[in-house]
Structures are given as structure tokens and as C-alpha cells.
RNA sequence: CGGGGUGUGGCUCAGGUGGUAGAGUGCUUGCUUCGGGAGCAAGAGGCCGCGAGUUCGAGUCUCGCCACUCCGACCA
């Protein structure tokens, strides 16, 4: 391909609207364009590096026994209304009226089609398991798109759906796909992690995300440097923790407090560390009011809360309500002297607290010296706060670091959940009825293709990795004056072509710093110079990824090219 | 959804107190250059986000709307 004729424009300028490395490259390489928020164009460059991560995901996935098929983008309501996510999905699904007033969207997750496919299709035990998978334009009218395609209202996703006879299918299915993931994630050449994950308002019985490492991603992930360890900050276990023996309970003092309501206020007041404090924030939960105490330094995990009410809908408690059940002004809230009889939740580490400060609901007052048994009982001691940096590993015990990461693919483990409520049924061997057991597994192509940038790139530009580059490798001519060194170019140019590589040949009337700046932006990874010692048969070999530069003859060069290409498959 | 910010050539931005729009970069042409985004010269390119209003006159002031964006909250 000559770079003359390529539909591509590179630009030296950060466009303003661009966070984030890979989003800022992929604008400046030109390799997409914004067309609203969150919603972008792929050009050439860009939709070749795409098909690129594409084609990986489609490879492993049929390796891996999966069928692929397409849905349509375009569904119709009664397909999510039955599953109850037509409600559910809220202000976040696209949804459009066609011309008689039938109410539409656009798909922003499949499990209700698939499995009204698989229902539709299969009757018998016989035909199972099956896997099935699209890749496919999916769209939810994010709150707040940003990061460009990491978290776009329009993205690819693959998604994949599996339907088994038992629960032991299922652990066979879901660990089929975790390896096609591992593969494919490999193949991208992403250092990522395995991490636990809250398997959220899917439902089922296990998940686990695939993270990619990265400062600017939007997940906390608490994992372990002694051992595998890996989890999502929301599901990481806090243990119980060992209350202190032999403490002496101190008399329980009310102590007048003016104007400190929060936990900054109360260290600088009482002089005292914040582990002195328990707070006691008030959540409604769907509808009913329940006090939850931590420890003054922690923060409340409310995906850990939500849980153990098997919560749909949750908020912090309004003033109103706060002053309703406290009978103070929002900072005083305690577990003693409650006015109105609520759930007291309290966390592992406030039970092992003694002597401690609470709120006292009355304005302007605190308890000290409160004690659990003495002074209040919670109605139940779980684990409600996130894990942070330190934790002890839930599996050996040892302190735990944390770190961000971008989820490019998640597995979850289903179960009934779509196959009960949309009546997907087989027969078994003695002709009764059971609902089929469901896995479903996504991988966010478009994320991945930024997540990858996130992880190669360098001051000049883009280093793609092999498997995924729009193009291996780019012949630059220094000059187009030069007969010698344009019928060079061109000779490599065509070898290279005719023996299945991917290249460019930057053919542009341009100055060499110009095309070396572009091919590093681009991020091809071989670059061929040909230019001052054509005469004498030489060109230069240089790897994107690397500094050196090898001078060699043509015929060398097209070699190592091939060589290189080969040894990345 | 709450709070802030910004909308002016393709891109990055400047345009006190109202007077009919500018720079850099990119683009076109010519000459000189020619190995890491060259120099000089000449050009093309703008419903100044949209709609009202004030005014003889609005990029500029007022009101409304829209879009984009940042922080937070939220999120298979």
C-alpha cells in the first residue's frame, strides 16, 4: 500500500478533548474520529488494527468449539420485558419507536435473544452443550462516557452465551472460555490479571474479569504479590478481625461536640486517630432504612452491601430521613439511642473495637467509650467495607497491594437466571423438564484495541505488537529524487508484498523526518530506510520497538522482515 | 444525576471596556532545501454552537437552548 494514497491524516497536535494516552494517539494517529460523545468513526489505519484484535477473538473462540452467529442490533422490547430488564436497564438503554409506536432499543447486552434462540431451537439433553457467540455492535447510553473508546456509548463487544445440562457442564464450559481468553489476551500481548468479581446484577455464581493493568483504569483491583491472588476491590473478603482481650469497658460518656460532623473534624476535636471512630452512615435500601458502621478511616463497599440485601435499588438515606430516624442533623448518627427500630449493621472491624466514638443522634453530641454487647448490639457483624492496600490475602494470609485495571473481558458463570424467566427448557434422558444451565462470556473488542495502545506506546507514537499492527512493515525512502532509492523502495516494497507481508511504502513527496515521524506514530513495527547508501546496496533495518539500527542489503532486510513477522505467530 | 469549564478556519488557541475576525500549525502554488515534523514568498479557507433580546451596530452585553468536556455519584 502507498502511503500517497492512504486515507489517513496524522496530527501533531493532542486534540483537546483527549485524556488519556491511547485515546490522544489514536486521534493523532488518525486512526478513528469522534463523531459524538463516545461514539466514533474507525479510519483505515484504525479499522485494520481493529479486524486485527477481531480476527484473534474469532480464531480462539472457534477453537474453542463456540459457533458464531449475529443478532440483530435492533430489538424489540418484548425480548428484555420478560427477563424484567426492560425496566431494569433504565435511562441506559437506547430505545426508539418504529412508525406505528412499537417500542424498540438498541441492544446493550444479549442474553435474552440467545436464549430465546437456544429455546426456540433445542428440546433434547442431546443437543447439549452448546456455545454460542457474536461480535457485535452493542450501546448503552452511558452517564458519562470518556476515555474515547474505553468507555464509548457505542462499542463492539464479543459476547458469548453457554448452555449446559448441570452445573458440572458449566464448570466445563466456563473454563473452556477462560482459556480461549487467556489465548487471546496473549496473543494481543496485554499483561493482564485474572481478578474475582462481583458477579453484580447478572446474577449467578462466579465471575472473573480480565484486567489489563493501567493507571487510568476505572476498576480497583486488590491482588496478591505472594501468591495468584487477584480480585476486584469490591469483592476482595475482609476477614474478621480479633477483638483486643482484657480490655477494660470505660464508663460510656456523652460529650458535646459543636458543629463536628465529620470524621476530620472529630480527629481534630478529640485529638485522636481515626481508627478511635466507628461511623454510621444510613442507607435506604429498597425502601427501608438500615444504619451501616465501619471503622472512621474505611469507606463502605456498597456492591458488598447491596449484596447481602440482595438489593435492587439503593441510596444513601435522604436529610430528611437521616434526621427522621436519628432525631439529629446529619453527622451525628450512632447505633445507641436510635429513634426509630432500624437494622444496625456493623462491620468485622467494629465489632473488635472497644472504647470507641459514635455519633450520639442528638445535634452536636458524641458517645465515647461505647462498647458492642454493653451499649448497642448489631443485628448483624459482616463484611461491608473495601479492601485496601495491606488487607491480609484471603488465601495465604500475607498484605496485599492494590492497583487499577481496565476490564477487557468478564466471565460469569449464570446459571437459571434468563433460562427460568424466558422458560429455556430440555428434556433429559427420562423426559422430564429442567431449565438449561447458562455461562456467559464478553470481550470489549473496541476496549482492547485501547488497553493495547495503553501498554505500547512511547514518546514518538504507537508500538503495535506483530498480531495486531494495521501494517508489519513500512519501507521509507528518503527522497523521491533518487532513482536508485525509489526503485529500491519499490523492489522491497513488492517482495515483501508477494511473500504475504502486510506493508507500506511511505511513496509521499515529503522530508524524511516527516515520514520517520509519521511511521512512529503509526506505530508499524519494521521500518525499512532506504536512502544515502542505496547506491552501495544498503538500507537500514529498524525495529518500532527498539533503537537499534542494523544496516543490511535489500535482499537481507526483506528477510529479517519475514523472519520477524513469522516468529510473532 | 449534582457541581465546574469550554464552544472562533481541518487542528491548537488569541480576540480589555460593542465598530464587521487574527496567530501558529495544516492545506495549495513557486523558489531554495532535503536523514527526525525545513526556510522564504504568494494564496485558499470562518452563518465566531443555535435562537431570541438590547443597540445605529453584537465574536464581545442579556436571556433561553444545544453540544462538548472535567470532577464526583453511578455502572452487565
Same mark, same amino acid.
Request: glycine share 12%; hydrophobic share 25%.
Given at each position: 500500500m502507498r502511503v500517497s494514497k492512504l486515507f489517513m491524516s496524522t496530527q501533531r497536535e493532542v486534540p483537546s478533548?483527549?485524556?488519556?494516552v491511547s485515546h490522544q494517539l489514536m486521534l493523532r494517529a488518525g486512526l478513528m474520529r469522534k463523531a459524538a460523545a463516545g461514539i466514533y468513526s474507525y479510519m483505515p489505519l484504525g479499522y485494520r488494527a481493529y479486524r486485527k484484535v477481531e480476527a484473534i477473538v474469532r480464531e480462539e473462540m472457534d477453537r474453542a468449539g463456540a459457533q458464531e452467529l449475529i443478532m440483530p442490533a435492533v430489538l424489540p422490547a418484548e425480548t428484555y420485558m420478560a427477563s424484567g430488564?426492560?425496566?431494569?436497564f433504565g435511562p441506559e438503554m437506547f430505545r426508539l419507536k418504529d412508525r406505528g409506536g412499537r417500542q424498540f432499543c438498541?441492544?446493550?447486552?444479549h442474553e435474552e435473544p440467545f436464549t430465546e434462540a437456544v429455546r426456540d431451537t433445542i428440546r433434547s439433553?442431546?443437543?447439549?452443550?452448546v456455545t454460542l457467540y457474536q461480535i457485535q455492535h452493542k450501546y448503552r447510553d452511558e452517564k458519562r462516557p470518556r476515555f474515547g473508546v474505553v468507555r464509548s456509548r457505542e462499542f463492539v463487544m464479543k459476547d458469548a452465551y453457554s448452555f449446559d445440562v448441570d452445573e458440572a457442564g458449566l464448570d466445563k464450559s466456563y473454563l473452556n472460555m477462560k482459556e480461549a481468553y487467556c489465548k487471546i489476551f496473549d496473543r494481543c500481548n496485554l499483561d493482564y490479571i485474572l481478578v474475582d468479581a462481583d458477579s453484580g446484577?447478572?446474577?449467578?455464581?462466579g465471575s472473573q474479569e480480565f484486567m489489563v493493568k493501567?493507571? %487510568?483504569? &476505572?476498576d480497583a483491583i486488590a491482588y496478591c504479590p505472594s501468591c495468584d491472588y487477584a480480585a476486584n476491590e469490591e469483592k476482595a473478603p475482609c476477614p474478621k478481625v480479633e477483638a483486643p482481650k482484657d480490655v477494660e469497658m470505660l464508663e460510656m460518656e456523652k460529650i458535646e461536640t459543636p458543629h463536628v460532623k465529620t470524621i476530620e473534624e472529630l480527629m481534630e476535636f478529640m485529638?485522636? &486517630?481515626?481508627?478511635a471512630f466507628a461511623k454510621t452512615i444510613l442507607y435506604n435500601i429498597d425502601g427501608k432504612i438500615v444504619a451501616v458502621m465501619v471503622r472512621g478511616d474505611r469507606e463502605i463497599n456498597e456492591t458488598k452491601l447491596g449484596n447481602l440485601f440482595d438489593a435492587t435499588e439503593m441510596n444513601l438515606a435522604s436529610f430528611e430521613e437521616v434526621e427522621r430516624v436519628t432525631?439529629?442533623? %446529619?453527622?451525628?448518627?450512632?447505633? +445507641?439511642?436510635?429513634k426509630e427500630k432500624i437494622e444496625v449493621i456493623a462491620d468485622y472491624e467494629v465489632a473488635a473495637m472497644t472504647n470507641f466514638i459514635v455519633g450520639a443522634? &442528638?445535634?452536636d453530641f458524641h458517645f465515647k467509650n461505647v462498647n458492642i454487647g454493653r451499649d448497642f448490639t448489631p443485628d448483624r457483624i459482616v463484611d461491608v467495607r473495601g479492601a485496601v492496600e495491606g488487607?491480609? +490475602?484471603?488465601? +495465604?494470609g500475607k498484605p496485599m497491594s492494590m492497583c487499577r485495571g481496565i476490564e477487557v473481558g468478564h466471565i460469569f458463570k449464570l446459571g437459571t437466571k434468563y433460562s427460568d424467566a424466558l422458560h429455556c427448557i430440555y428434556l433429559d434422558k427420562d423426559g422430564k423438564e429442567n431449565s438449561m444451565i447458562m455461562g456467559c462470556y464478553g470481550i470489549g473488542v473496541s476496549r482492547t484495541l485501547a488497553a493495547i495502545i495503553e501498554q505500547h506506546y512511547d514518546e514518538n507514537g504507537i508500538i503495535w505488537p506483530m498480531s495486531v499492527a494495521p501494517y508489519q512493515v513500512i519501507v521509507v525512502?528518503?527522497?523521491?529524487?533518487d532513482e536508485t532509492v525509489v526503485k529500491m523502495a519499490n523492489e522491497i516494497h513488492d517482495a515483501l508484498e508477494k511473500a504475504g507481508a502486510e506493508v507500506l511504502i511511505?511513496?509521499?513527496? &515529503?522530508?524524511a523526518g516527516v515520514k520517520f515521524k509519521d511511521a512512529d506514530l503509526i506505530g508499524i513495527p519494521i521500518r525499512i530506510t532506504v536512502g544515502r547508501k542505496a547506491a552501495e546496496g544498503k538500507v537500514e533495518y529498524k525495529l518500532r520497538a527498539g533503537s537499534e539500527v542494523v544496516e543490511m542489503t535489500a535482499e537481507e532486510a526483506i528477510a529479517a522482515a519475514l523472519k520477524e513477522i513469522e516468529a510473532s505467530k
Open positions: 478533548d483527549a485524556e488519556i430488564r426492560w425496566e431494569k438498541l441492544g446493550p447486552t439433553y442431546r443437543n447439549l452443550p446484577a447478572m446474577g449467578g455464581s493501567s493507571a %487510568v483504569g &476505572e485529638k485522636s &486517630e481515626p481508627t432525631g439529629a442533623a %446529619v453527622g451525628f448518627a450512632g447505633p +445507641c439511642g436510635l443522634n &442528638e445535634t488487607d491480609p +490475602c484471603p488465601k +495465604c525512502p528518503t527522497t523521491s529524487q511511505d511513496d509521499r513527496e &515529503e522530508r
